[in-house]
Structures are given as C-alpha cells and as structure tokens.
C-alpha cells in the first residue's frame, strides 16, 4: 500500500487520503492479510511500515525529489521481493505521477485509486498507462471527466463510522467544514446562515495564495465571533464534536468534487448534510433522508426550514450500510483479486 509522503498516516490534522489508506490498511490487517505500508515517519499502522523520512515532509509537498525518493524506495522493496516468498500479491498506489509513470516496470498486479480531478495532463498519463494498471474510482461523477479509462471498479472512500459520537440532540449551529476557498464555497455558507439567523462555524486549513486572498476578501471579514466563528485547521477530536454537535453541515461546493469526506462524517454523527448538486453530492447524500440536495443559496435557506423532516438516526445507519471501512475493503478485495487472475491470465 503505497500513500503520497507528505502527510502520516493517519493524519493528525488535514488528510483526506492519509485517513482512508489509514481505514483501509487496519481493516485489511485484521481480516488477516499481509500489508506493508509505504508512507511517511510518524505514521501508526498494524501493518509493516516502511519509511523514507522519519518526519513528514510537508513543507516540501509536491515537490519532485521528496516524491521520487518515496516511490523509488517502494519500487526498490517491490522488486528485491519479486520471485521470492516475500513477493507481494498486489500493489495498491494512492499517490499521484511518480510512482504510475512506472507502472509498466512493476512486476506484480498493480491498482491505481484516482483520487482527485481528470486534469488533461493526468488523462495524458491515465491513458498511456491505462492496460498496466486496475484503475479504481471513488465516485461515478468522477469517471465520467475520462469515459474511455477502463475502471477496474468504483468503491467509495470510508470513515470511522465507530470513532464518531452519534447525537441525536444538536446545538444551535450551523457548519461548515473543509479546505478554505472558493471552490467549497464558504461565503456561501456565512450568506445562507445569516438569511437563516443561524450562528455558523467554519473550520479548516487556509493555504496561501489564491485561496489566502479568497478568505481575506470574503470570510474574514464577516467573522466576527459570535454569529461566524472561524476555528482555523482543527484537531480530530475538536473536529468531531464540531460535526457530532452541529444542527446541519453545509456544503455549499462550487466544483465537481469526485467525493467529499466531510459529508460521510456528518452522516455518521446523524448530521443531515445540506449540498449542493456538484460532482459526487448526488451518490453520497441520499436526498430526503440523510440531508437535501439544492441548486443554491436560496435551496440551503428553504432546506434549514426542513431538518425536522430528517431523523439523525437514519443518517447513521446509512452511513454504516454504505461507508464503513468494512464495506470499503470488501470492494478493494474484489479489485485486488480482479487483478491477480488478470495478471495470470
């Protein structure tokens, strides 16, 4: 199981795919298979974990050499072990160019979870790796942008459906939760409260450039506090009260997101989720029963009116049903076997 380096697995803060590896991994190892883990320092894994850096280099992120080092020291440990009785069944990648760029050298099964957007410059790589490789979307939305990708099978991303506190009794506040900027659309989110006269509270990292400016020029200057309350990038018990007390988590999105974990741990919590119709809203949330979806501000306002429609206990069980890391690793078992018998074949 291969992750990006940049962040330990699980995260201790912003991670999105450090957390569902870090699910996906620890459910594996219990069901009694073998995994070894390539990811950064610090990170905590029942399975063997094998490390370039002993801290994570996250003030490096994205830049090449810190990435070549990581898959070069997996594609190292893949090949010493290949033909041996340490050979590994299958390689699983979540991170980005480096390590798919090579695929074609790998000697075992590999499958390929493509976590983010279809830039024109990813479907360029996709494609010319496509038959090395068992692709694996996290959203039906999100393999639309490239038809012609053959998909080895689409398995939703999970949470700790067990780790989050179920409270049927909520607090007068509205959320937002996630990334700051223009894209996740949290002006929107302060608009929709205050035409709703409800308090808000938004938490999440803000990165510099772009989306510095965005929170300079549209969310701070209306936090004041008490009806808009900015928590920055929170830790993971302080973010799961937030969720797990919150009357309903707004998720006001203005872009295709291929998934959008914020909303399943809403669910968990029995938080209704209110989104917008972008990219994957319409496969995680299901309408009228563990949230409503809208077209806009003025959908948000109408659908604050409407919680007392939702019962908290509904959006538990179906996030139990549909997102478990249960129901995620039985998903991967079926890629990974797919895999194999192709590479025999």
Same mark, same amino acid.
């Given at each position: *199981?291969?992750?990006?380096?940049?962040?330990?697995?699980?995260?201790?803060?912003?991670?999105?795919?450090?957390?569902?590896?870090?699910?996906?991994?620890?459910?594996?190892?219990?069901?009694?298979?073998?995994?070894?883990?390539?990811?950064?320092?610090?990170?905590?894994?029942?399975?063997?974990?094998?490390?370039?850096?002993?801290?994570?280099?996250?003030?490096?992120?994205?830049?090449?050499?810190?990435?070549?080092?990581?898959?070069?020291?997996?594609?190292?440990? #893949?090949?010493?072990?290949?033909?041996?009785?340490?050979?590994?069944?299958?390689?699983?990648?979540?991170?980005?160019? @480096?390590?798919?760029?090579?695929?074609?050298?790998?000697?075992?099964?590999?499958?390929?979870? @493509?976590?983010? *957007?279809?830039?024109?410059?990813? $479907?360029?790589?996709?494609?010319?790796?496509?038959?090395?490789?068992?692709?694996?979307?996290?959203?039906?939305?999100?393999? /639309?942008?490239?038809?012609?990708?053959? #998909?080895?099978?689409?398995?939703?991303?999970?949470?700790? @459906?067990?780790?989050?506190?179920?409270?049927?009794?909520?607090?007068?506040?509205?959320?937002?939760?996630?990334?700051?900027?223009?894209?996740?659309? /949290?002006?929107?989110?302060?608009?929709?409260?205050?035409?709703?006269? *409800?308090?808000?509270?938004?938490?999440?990292?803000?990165?510099?450039?772009?989306?510095?400016?965005?929170? &300079?020029?549209?969310?701070?200057?209306?936090?004041?506090?008490?009806?808009?309350?900015?928590?920055?990038?929170?830790?993971?018990?302080? $973010?799961?009260?937030?969720?797990?007390?919150?009357?309903? *988590?707004?998720?006001?999105?203005?872009?295709?997101?291929?998934?959008?974990?914020?909303?399943?741990?809403?669910?968990?919590?029995?938080?209704?989720?209110?989104?917008?119709?972008?990219?994957?809203?319409?496969?995680?949330?299901? &309408?009228?029963?563990?949230?409503? @979806?809208?077209?806009?501000?003025?959908?948000?306002?109408?659908?604050?009116?409407?919680?007392?429609?939702?019962?908290?206990?509904?959006?538990?069980?179906?996030?139990?049903?549909?997102?478990?890391?249960?129901?995620?690793?039985?998903?991967?078992?079926?890629?990974?076997?797919?895999?194999?018998?192709?590479?025999?074949?």
């Amino acid at each position: *199981m291969i992750t990006p380096p940049w962040i330990s697995v699980p995260p201790s803060g912003y991670g999105g795919i450090e957390w569902v590896v870090s699910l996906l991994v620890e459910e594996l190892v219990e069901r009694g298979h073998d995994v070894t883990l390539f990811a950064s320092g610090h990170s905590k894994t029942k399975a063997e974990l094998l490390s370039v850096f002993d801290d994570p280099p996250t003030a490096r992120m994205h830049l090449n050499v810190p990435d070549a080092r990581h898959a070069q020291r997996a594609i190292r440990e #893949i090949v010493d072990r290949h033909g041996t009785d340490r050979a590994f069944d299958v390689v699983h990648d979540h991170s980005a160019c @480096i390590f798919l760029a090579v695929a074609p050298l790998v000697p075992e099964p590999m499958v390929h979870t @493509i976590h983010g *957007m279809f830039t024109d410059e990813m $479907k360029q790589l996709y494609g010319a790796v496509g038959p090395e490789v068992s692709f694996v979307g996290i959203s039906e939305s999100q393999c /639309q942008a490239m038809p012609s990708l053959p #998909i080895a099978g689409i398995v939703p991303n999970a949470v700790d @459906i067990a780790g989050f506190p179920f409270r049927p009794q909520k607090q007068d506040y509205l959320l937002c939760l996630g990334r700051v900027c223009r894209d996740k659309g /949290q002006d929107a989110a302060i608009a929709v409260a205050k035409r709703a006269g *409800m308090p808000i509270v938004l938490a999440g990292k803000v990165d510099a450039g772009d989306d510095r400016r965005f929170f &300079d020029e549209y969310v701070l200057p209306q936090v004041d506090g008490e009806n808009v309350r900015f928590e920055g990038e929170v830790g993971d018990e302080r $973010k799961r009260e937030l969720v797990a007390n919150a009357k309903a *988590m707004l998720f006001p999105i203005r872009w295709s997101e291929p998934f959008g974990l914020v909303m399943i741990e809403g669910m968990a919590c029995g938080t209704p989720v209110i989104a917008t119709r972008w990219g994957a809203v319409p496969e995680v949330v299901n &309408d009228g029963v563990t949230g409503f @979806i809208v077209q806009d501000e003025d959908g948000m306002v109408d659908a604050l009116s409407r919680l007392g429609e939702l019962d908290p206990a509904a959006c538990r069980a179906e996030a139990e049903s549909r997102f478990s890391p249960s129901v995620m690793a039985d998903g991967y078992e079926r890629v990974y076997r797919a895999a194999i018998e192709r590479r025999r074949s």
